[in-house]
């Protein structure tokens, strides 16, 4: 069943109940009231007709109390009997006709009352039997019977008033409950399409509901939600894109270094090959000859961790960094280019520099790409000038080159993704640098002059 007709059966049984129970309210009300009235009014023509008989019972003419019995009869219409008791209890006048009822004098004794009443169920329906003393002193009894004929036509009347107005409120309540319900589950059913577009990952969408209440606030805070699941899924698509232009990136950083790798780990090689082909022709082995084996092999050992160090994807992990040794890290690993371009390096790096908090992989792949990418500025050999100071809030390293300068007319797109003028680049070395500094809180930055060389500045925030 759906929200809005559990609401329209709801609200219209609500509606139906409240009328119900407060017309049988009214009609107890009416009922109670018009019996009470029906009490008193028997009551007042019991005692002036009591009056009235008193001397005749005393004198015992029970024809002139026949007479007077008769005539009050006649006169009220919903009176159903009268009748009068003498001081032996017995009747003495009545208007029965030729039966007397038995047993009524056991119906409503008076007693030693002044006055009684009973509600007698009868054939012809409820009857309230008042009685009275005649008079005071005496045990003479009048009793009349007094039909609710009256109040039968009230209780009609109002049962044919109170079924048409529980059909009119039967039928608003329908009516109110359908216009409520509306306005109820419109709002929600908009609610539900909205949660099934965000369910099919089209964030950013709003919901149009409006309502200064509640369901406004609530609309209000779906459509935030929506800005902000676009938001974080924007984000995590930028993660998504930048780690794998950051592992294609390092890909092409590592065949750069690949030929270093090789050249240095051929040096160790040929001197392990050479003494075990001396071992042939002399198996015994000296002290000396071990030593270089093991020296040899502990070389080998720290050219591969070193390269693996750099090759291995890591997750992002923020440790204390000391800039010093990673530059120097950083400038092994290209070591090979340097050699190979005839570069010389010149460093005047602060001993004492501050460390920096951030990962170690990434911020290694950023002074690495700037060491690589001077270095082919300059193919035929020149100087790097490497030089790192600080202040209070950041650490400042600048690469600096003698090679030919980039053009003014590329300067604005050198950080763009997949720009490049080299044959083979990515287009994504300088532009990677800029986002893991910007990630690290840093700034990058460059200088250049054409013919004159190029300046790159990395400022980092201090660690401490």
């Not at 004098?105 to 009857?127: A, C, F, H, M």
Request: proline share 3%.
């Amino acid at each position: 069943m759906k929200l809005r007709t559990k609401i329209i059966f709801l609200t219209t049984a609500i509606a139906v109940n409240v009328v119900f129970f407060t017309l049988l309210s009214i009609r107890g009300v009416i009922i109670n009231a018009f019996r009470d009235e029906l009490e008193k009014r028997g009551t007042s023509i019991a005692g002036n007709l009591a009056d009235r008989v008193a001397n005749h019972m005393l004198l015992k003419d029970y024809s002139e109390t026949k007479k007077a019995l008769n005539e009050v009869l006649k006169k009220e219409n919903d009176i159903e009997y009268i009748f009068v008791t003498n001081e032996g209890g017995i009747i003495a006048a009545h208007t029965f006709g030729k039966e007397i009822p038995p047993d009524i004098l056991s119906w409503n004794p008076v007693n030693n009352k002044s006055r009684n009443i009973q509600l007698l169920d009868t054939e012809k329906g409820y009857i309230r039997d008042v009685g009275v003393k005649v008079s005071n002193g005496t045990k003479s009894e009048l009793h009349l019977g007094i039909r609710e004929d009256n109040l039968r036509q009230t209780v009609m009347q109002v049962r044919k008033i109170t079924v048409p107005i529980i059909m009119l409120v039967t039928l608003s309540g329908v009516i109110a409950s359908f216009i409520f319900s509306r306005l109820l589950t419109k709002p929600l059913n908009k609610f539900i399409e909205f949660t099934k577009v965000l369910g099919r990952g089209e964030f950013g969408k709003r919901v149009d509901v409006p309502y200064g209440d509640e369901i406004g606030y609530l609309a209000r805070n779906f459509n935030r939600l929506s800005m902000e699941l676009k938001n974080v899924n924007e984000k995590m698509e930028e993660t998504y894109t930048y780690t794998h232009l950051l592992q294609a990136e390092k890909l092409s950083t590592i065949g750069q270094i690949s030929a270093g790798l090789a050249h240095e780990l051929k040096n160790p090689l040929t001197t392990l090959k050479m003494l075990f082909q001396a071992f042939k022709e002399q198996p015994d082995m000296t002290r000396e000859d071990a030593k270089i084996i093991n020296r040899e092999i502990e070389k080998i050992d720290a050219i591969i961790t070193k390269f693996l160090g750099f090759a291995k994807q890591k997750d992002f992990e923020i440790a204390d960094i000391n800039i010093n040794a990673l530059t120097e890290k950083a400038l092994s690993l290209a070591a090979f280019d340097i050699c190979r371009h005839d570069i010389v390096v010149h460093k005047d790096m602060l001993e004492n520099l501050p460390e920096v908090k951030g990962d170690r992989a990434l911020l290694e792949h950023v002074f690495l790409n700037l060491i690589l990418n001077a270095v082919q500025a300059m193919p035929g050999g020149g100087d790097i000038w490497m030089s790192g100071k600080t202040d209070d809030k950041f650490i400042e390293v600048v690469i600096r080159d003698k090679g030919a300068g980039i053009p003014s007319d590329i300067r604005s797109k050198v950080f763009d993704p997949f720009f490049t003028t080299k044959e083979d680049g990515t287009g994504l070395g300088l532009s990677i640098v800029y986002n893991i500094v910007k990630s690290h809180g840093g700034k990058v930055f460059f200088n250049s002059s054409e013919g004159a060389g190029t300046v790159f500045t990395v400022r980092l925030p201090r660690g401490d």
